[in-house]
């Protein structure tokens, strides 16, 4: 199975955090980079490029914390939104009572689609490979 790809740390992250939240009796809320394609919210909350969402059972209806995406229905003011965030959108998670929780990392990030066709360089060969980044450990307290 060499050839599988690697699939991201975010939604196991999300999904691990979140539990650990609600079983702590907090609020899990998460930061959403809102101006990346595919979200959708409503944008008059959005500020500063950044929507901050209560994804608490009792404030959500149908959550889904999939791997591709985080998706629910919520009440903003008196209107009722359906909520649809990319995974990669989602920078962090935290419990509002206390801020604890986690940042996502660019290594957290979904990895890239891979191209179509590989290419070739100018001699012939093929591309290099890119270079890994030295893994990290992130403290959470």
């Known amino acids: 199975m060499a050839d599988a790809p690697v699939r991201s740390r975010r939604p196991y992250l999300l999904r691990a955090m979140h539990e650990w939240i609600s079983d702590s009796d907090q609020t899990p809320h998460i930061v959403v980079d809102a101006s990346i394609q595919g979200v959708e919210v409503p944008r008059q909350y959005v500020q500063g490029g950044k929507i901050i969402l209560n994804v608490s059972n009792s404030a959500t209806s149908n959550l889904s914390l999939g791997n591709d995406m985080v998706r629910f229905r919520a009440r903003f003011g008196a209107v009722t939104h359906d909520v649809f965030v990319p995974i990669a959108a989602v920078l962090g998670i935290y419990a509002r009572e206390t ?39 992130k403290v959470v307290k």
Do not use: W, Y
């Open 99 to 137: 801020g604890q929780g986690m940042i996502f990392s660019e290594a957290d990030a979904p990895p890239p689609q891979p191209p179509n066709a590989p290419t070739e360089t100018p001699s012939g060969s093929s591309p290099e490979q890119p270079k890994r980044a030295k893994p990290t450990l």
